[in-house]
């Protein structure tokens, strides 16, 4: 077989191992998105009134947390190099359900803020770090369509962990619901050490489920396994690129965020009741697994710089429709474009981090990328509050800021180089 054609690299024949890797990676998704970002909605209300605490305070610790959790990704970023993304991700995972479980049995804020960094600390490492690394190694050239795959495990937890945890906090309250999570995240991390598997050479597959004529499998299994990447620390931080993709999709993150975390009341504001509210929420949600699907499709029909630029264009559609909200037309076009949205930056940004480092450097460069880009996103909270503060409730002045912000990260990812610079194999290049 020659070089793949454009159908064999835009289809969705993974093969069953294939398969295997992007279902276990989309559920890594949906635990990170959902134990360390949409519960929040739940956690300060329900341990408040549990405790007799202040929901204010407790909703001001997931900045901090948040910011500490940060360093995970980069610590974790450059521990998988040694450790591989299944150990990596087996031993987190069950350290993170062992932490959930003490975290229902928490009796001071000081604990709950302990807790609350400890447990989004370690799902940085699974959520961000092992789910991109694990696409990379399986999926070099295809890598766009299986990430649209995976990455909607987040969406999807938008629309259904908020209310499963709600109701088991209801039902079992919240040290027994916290113990059922955390066996049940625990059990999956055990699982790993049996279902993961780090390369496809390891099951004697091909990466992209493509078979490239004359591959030997077991000396491209060897040249990746004993591969050091020249990508160090102190050369990333020297590097243009390393930046300009970090910075942009930071800035792009940052406004999905500010969007995305201010939606709910920003529907209220413009009349509609909560439950409406959160209903069309979740309708944009539910948009976003097609999301995850049509960015990848896009990013591997017209490459992944010219996908993000669109990306962000879209974004400003969304921000432009909800300052016109008013009028009903308006709201019902930016449920839809919010939720495309929702389903796009967690494929774009590790899509573009392999396409300029190649599969060989792209752990290496990712360790710094991922963890700036979600550094910056954490300002959205603060952004949003003092511009609403500023404003005296209205929309408009964040979501003007929110554009220029939108554009600035556009320009930078336009200033990305087009080629790979990383160790590739010879049927990539």
């Not at 087996?90 to 804020?109: E, K, N």
């Not at 938008?158 to 039902?171: D, H, K, M, Y």
């Not at 992209?208 to 004529?213: A, K, L, M, P, V």
């Amino acid at each position: 077989m020659g070089k793949p054609t454009n159908k064999q690299l835009t289809n969705s024949k993974f093969g069953p191992w294939g398969w295997s890797m992007i279902l276990y990676a989309f559920l890594l998704y949906y635990f990170w998105a959902g134990l360390s970002v949409d519960a929040l909605n739940v956690y300060p209300e329900a341990f408040a009134a549990l405790h007799g605490w202040d929901p204010n305070v407790l909703l001001g610790f997931a900045t901090p947390a948040g910011i500490i959790g940060v360093l995970g990704g980069i610590v974790f970023g450059r521990l998988i190099m040694k450790t591989g993304a299944r150990n990596l991700s087996a031993v987190t995972l069950i350290v993170t359900g062992l932490i959930y479980i003490l975290f229902g049995r928490v009796s001071s804020p000081t604990m709950f803020l302990v807790c609350l960094t400890l447990f989004t600390f370690m799902a940085n490492a699974f959520g961000l770090i092992v789910t991109s690394t694990l696409m990379n190694n399986w999926f070099p050239r295809k890598k766009g369509i299986a990430l649209g795959w995976a990455t909607m495990g987040a969406p999807f937890c938008t629309a259904t962990f908020v209310a499963i945890i709600s109701v088991l906090f209801g039902r079992f309250g919240i040290p027994n619901a916290c113990a059922i999570v955390g066996v049940v995240v625990i059990v999956f991390g055990a699982a790993s050490f049996l279902w993961v598997k780090n390369y496809p050479h390891d099951v004697g597959a091909y990466p992209d489920n493509i078979r490239d004529e004359g591959v030997d499998l077991k000396a491209q299994a060897e040249a990746v396994h004993h591969y050091k990447s020249p990508f160090t620390l102190g050369k990333l931080l020297r590097d243009k690129d390393m930046w300009c993709m970090a910075l942009g999709f930071g800035l792009l993150w940052m406004v999905t965020v500010g969007i995305v975390s201010q939606f709910v009341p920003r529907m209220i504001s413009v009349g509609n009741s909560q439950p409406a509210a959160l209903m069309m929420l979740t309708v944009a949600a539910v948009v976003g697994l097609f999301g995850s699907y049509f960015w990848g499709w896009l990013d591997q029909k017209i490459g992944t710089k010219t996908a993000s630029v669109i990306y962000s264009a879209s974004y400003i559609i969304a921000l432009l429709l909800l300052i016109f909200a008013k009028l009903p037309i308006f709201t019902y076009i930016a449920i839809v474009f919010v939720g495309l949205g929702i389903g796009g930056l967690l494929n774009l940004m590790p899509s573009m981090v392999i396409s300029v480092y190649g599969k060989y450097d792209f752990t290496a460069a990712n360790s710094l990328v991922s963890p700036i880009a979600s550094l910056l996103q954490k300002f959205a909270f603060l952004i949003m509050a003092v511009l609403l503060g500023k404003s005296g409730g209205d929309y408009t002045l964040p979501y003007g800021v929110f554009i220029v912000i939108d554009v600035i990260g556009a320009a930078l990812l336009l200033c990305v180089t087009g080629k790979c610079k990383g160790k590739q194999d010879e049927t990539q290049q």
